[in-house]
């Protein structure tokens, strides 16, 4: 009988002294038994060294990329959370690498919650987002659920009306969702539209406290309401969120789009596999971008199942929900 002998790969990082191992290797060393478990390594510590040990290359080469990710980011000042660990580790699972500037956007405030909260970039598709909306007037931002696209979209708004580079927020969408109609719902016109508008307000209130909100809401600072009673209007120096937009027509996109007025900023943020169009092929989301991805100052994001932040579980939804409609489309297809 021949014995294969097995050779064990060796290899170190090295710790900054002003840095606690625990934000390394997580709470009772949680990140580094996940890390064993995935990749089949061996993770110990002495004297300000982690050492990593594997009998396949590719998989220490992996984890000691992890690690080192880890380590930069949170010696920038960034303390990171289970959600981008388990980011950063699908990142290099699928053999990609943080570019230098998504690397330093993780370190890049976009605003603070009223509970104090930093809120920051945790993919790489939210540091584009965020990059996106500082240098272009319009951004189009389209995605799943749980990718952040109007929350960080309501946190740029706000910061924008504190530092004074706009005068208000109006934020506003489709009232026509779930084939209901507002003319048919009972109540005045807020009380209809609230439901439609109620998560809006919810971003908003994680940044500016209640009584602000109803103080700015009274003098106009502030803006929620349904995308119909947009017609008819220019809007100069504000900062517009189009939520939902894949509600929208073709021509309520486009009125949408020609309120814009000076000094103004446009975010449209929508997900175009929750259409609830009696025809989905009128929303107005689906063709936008080959009518105006020429044109200078406008920026197309598509956010994906990796920008998810929600929990872990939401992914594998999406991702089962996205192998399902690729079935059945495939399937109707060849009948």
């Known amino acids: 009988m021949i014995f294969q002998e097995v050779i064990c790969i060796k290899d170190y990082l090295n710790i900054?002294?002003?840095?606690?191992?625990?934000?390394?290797?997580?709470?009772?060393?949680?990140?580094?038994?996940?890390?064993?478990?995935k990749f089949n390594v061996q993770i110990s510590y002495s004297e300000n060294k982690i050492i990593i040990n594997s009998e396949r290359e590719k998989s220490l080469v992996k984890v000691k990329n992890i690690l080192k990710e880890i380590?930069?980011?949170?010696?920038?000042?960034?303390?990171?959370d289970w959600t981008e660990f388990q980011y950063i580790v699908s990142l290099y699972e699928s053999e990609n690498d943080l570019t230098k500037s998504q690397?330093?956007?993780?370190?890049?405030?976009?605003?603070?919650?009223?509970?104090?909260?930093?809120?920051?970039?945790?993919?790489?598709?939210?540091?584009?987002?965020?990059?996106?909306?500082?240098?272009?007037d319009i951004v189009f931002c389209i995605g799943p659920a749980g990718t952040g696209k109007t929350y960080l979209a309501v946190a740029m708004a706000v910061e924008f009306l504190k530092t004074g580079r706009?005068?208000?927020?109006?934020?506003?969408?489709?009232?026509?969702?779930?084939?209901?109609?507002?003319?048919f719902l009972p109540g005045t016109l807020y009380e209809k539209v609230d439901p439609y508008l109620r998560p809006l307000y919810d971003s908003l209130m994680d940044f500016i406290n209640a009584d602000k909100v109803a103080e700015y809401k009274e003098k106009g600072?502030?803006?929620?309401?349904?995308?119909a009673y947009m017609r008819g209007r220019t809007l100069n120096?504000?900062?517009?969120?189009?939520?939902?937009?894949?509600?929208?027509?073709?021509?309520?996109?486009?009125?949408?789009?020609?309120?814009?007025?000076?000094?103004?900023?446009a975010v449209i943020t929508g997900?175009?596999?929750?259409?609830?169009?009696?025809?989905?092929?009128?929303?107005?989301?689906?063709?936008?971008?080959?009518?105006?991805?020429?044109?200078?100052?406008i920026s197309f994001i598509e956010l994906t199942q990796n920008d998810v932040v929600r929990n872990p579980l939401v992914k594998e939804i999406?991702?089962?929900?996205?192998?399902?409609?690729r079935i059945k489309g495939e399937k109707n297809g060849k009948n």
């Open 71 to 80: 380590i930069d980011i949170t010696s920038n000042g960034h303390l990171i």
């Open 166 to 183: 706009v005068q208000r927020i109006i934020l506003t969408r489709p009232a026509v969702e779930a084939g209901e109609k507002l003319g």
């Open 271 to 297: 997900d175009i596999t929750q259409i609830d169009l009696e025809n989905k092929k009128d929303s107005g989301l689906l063709i936008v971008q080959n009518i105006l991805k020429k044109i200078k100052g």
């Open 221 to 227: 600072i502030i803006e929620v309401v349904p995308l």
């Open 237 to 265: 120096n504000a900062f517009i969120i189009l939520d939902e937009a894949q509600n929208s027509t073709y021509y309520q996109m486009k009125m949408f789009l020609t309120r814009i007025g000076f000094n103004s900023r």
């Open 16 to 37: 900054p002294e002003e840095i606690e191992l625990i934000e390394i290797f997580g709470t009772y060393n949680n990140r580094v038994k996940y890390l064993k478990n």
């Open 318 to 325: 999406i991702k089962a929900y996205d192998y399902y409609e």
């Open 103 to 136: 690397k330093a956007n993780y370190n890049q405030v976009v605003n603070t919650t009223v509970s104090g909260l930093r809120v920051q970039a945790k993919t790489h598709g939210q540091s584009d987002y965020i990059q996106s909306m500082k240098k272009n």
